[in-house]
């Protein structure tokens, strides 16, 4: 019985180990792709006033 305790516990202390690994992995990830989302939806919105200026002037 206490063979099988200690195999759980280790079992949890690589699970938990790996969940930490993937939780800042992903956080990065996330954080990766939402900047990226607000850079281009900032120049969406400003490149159509660019565009139509520039073309105003021409």
Do not use: E
């Not at 993937?22 to 120049?43: H, P, Q, W």
Request: charged share 10%.
């Amino acid at each position: 019985m206490n063979n099988l305790a200690n195999k759980l516990r280790l079992a949890a202390v690589l699970l938990l180990a790996f969940m930490i690994v993937a939780v800042d992995f992903t956080n990065y990830l996330l954080s990766a792709v939402s900047d990226a989302l607000f850079v281009g939806a900032l120049i969406a919105v400003i490149w159509t006033p660019l565009t139509s200026r520039q073309k105003s002037q021409k």
